[in-house]
């Protein structure tokens, strides 16, 4: 008997490697024996998501594992509500329980249509994961996804966290259509879950705003790299994604130092605390600290004060923390001569004063 279609194969593969990973993973989580064997994967009705549903169900069914079908409506077009009940319908074709999750996206918050319709969207896939209990949250981002991204923070000018593309793992959150990170041949990309999809005999829904030049990862599909392939090269996806391959690995490595060596030089300040104060932290200890090391922990805490400073439940401002911005409070550790306090993001300043660098909420 014929084996699978060689794109099959792999995608199988693919899966049932993030899987047991994930398994392996949980073998030593003493919380796990609440969890079920269950494993659900978020779904579009792209030819991305209909691919990994299949492939999922098929090798989910061989290891004990359920799969289910997670379908986001961000109620952003016209026809959703149809699109979410088409998916559906293709989900249970496959045999697949599906819920549909009907979400509010706030456009008007800080960060942009995009960023909001993506929170939206994982807090919703966060929430039905535990209540179902499940192992895993499958999501289908492929080769082509990773090379848009890292692009995209080229083009911005960010910094490795950026460049380190979209992570293959996160926690429950798997993409296993990114590959294994081991083999640069178990990535796959558009052409391949198309491919699938065609094998399946499944029709997929092209989304409009995947086409929409007004959005910056929309022009880079299909203006940027369509260019840059005429220009560089066809293996340009690869080389971008092997891009996020070679990052990664150090920015995990001197962000988990920075976390570190964070929590050995936060302060509370005692009698030296202020009421406006958010956070402190030893100016003289921090002078020590290697530079790579030293600007992420100035990045993370003028972040977290910002958390602190914002009431909850009010969304974020528009504004960044900039990297001249970081750049200058680092001037008030490494190069002090008196200089005023810096300002960023959150009506915060961050200023020198006894031995502590400080951020603060700024004068009303």
């Given at each position: 008997m014929a084996g699978p279609a060689p794109v099959v194969a792999r995608a199988r593969t693919a899966v049932k490697v993030a899987l047991t990973s994930r398994l392996e993973q949980l073998a030593d989580d003493t919380a796990a024996g609440q969890l079920s064997p269950r494993i659900l994967v978020g779904l579009s009705g792209g030819a991305d998501s209909l691919a990994l549903l299949a492939t999922t169900a098929w090798v989910g069914s061989r290891m004990g594992l359920e799969a289910e079908a997670a379908i986001v409506d961000h109620g952003l077009q016209t026809d959703s509500s149809s699109v979410a009940e088409r998916a559906k319908a293709q989900a249970e074709r496959l045999g697949v329980t599906a819920y549909v999750l009907r979400v509010h996206v706030d456009s008007a918050s800080g960060g942009g249509l995009e960023k909001a319709a993506r929170e939206a969207r994982h807090s919703a896939l966060d929430a039905l994961l535990e209540d179902r209990g499940g192992l895993a949250l499958l999501m289908a981002h492929t080769l082509d996804d990773q090379a848009e991204q890292v692009l995209m923070g080229l083009a911005r000018g960010a910094g490795p966290r950026a460049l380190a593309g979209i992570p293959r793992s996160r926690g429950a959150l798997l993409r296993p259509f990114l590959g294994s990170g081991r083999d640069e041949t178990t990535a796959l990309r558009r052409a391949d879950t198309e491919e699938i999809c065609r094998l399946h005999d499944l029709e997929w829904w092209e989304d409009p705003m995947n086409a929409d030049e007004s959005m910056l990862r929309a022009r880079v599909r299909h203006r940027a790299l369509?260019?840059?392939?005429?220009?560089?090269?066809?293996?340009?996806?690869?080389?971008?994604?092997?891009?996020?391959?070679l990052v990664r690995p150090d920015a995990d490595h001197l962000d988990a130092e920075a976390t570190a060596l964070l929590e050995a030089v936060v302060r509370d300040g005692g009698e030296l605390r202020e009421e406006r104060d958010l956070l402190l932290l030893d100016v003289h200890a921090l002078t020590a600290a290697p530079a790579p090391l030293r600007t992420r922990i100035l990045r993370d805490v003028s972040r977290r004060a910002r958390r602190i400073a914002e009431p909850a439940g009010v969304p974020a401002g528009a504004k960044s923390l900039l990297r001249r911005q970081v750049l200058m409070i680092?001037?008030?550790?490494?190069?002090?001569?008196?200089?005023?306090?810096?300002?960023?993001?959150?009506?915060?300043?961050?200023?020198?004063?006894?031995?502590?660098?400080v951020w603060r909420r700024m004068d009303p």
């Open positions: 369509p260019l840059l392939r005429e220009l560089l090269g066809e293996q340009i996806d690869e080389n971008l994604a092997r891009t996020a391959d680092d001037a008030l550790v490494v190069s002090w001569h008196g200089q005023a306090s810096v300002p960023v993001p959150g009506r915060i300043e961050v200023a020198r004063r006894d031995g502590l660098l």
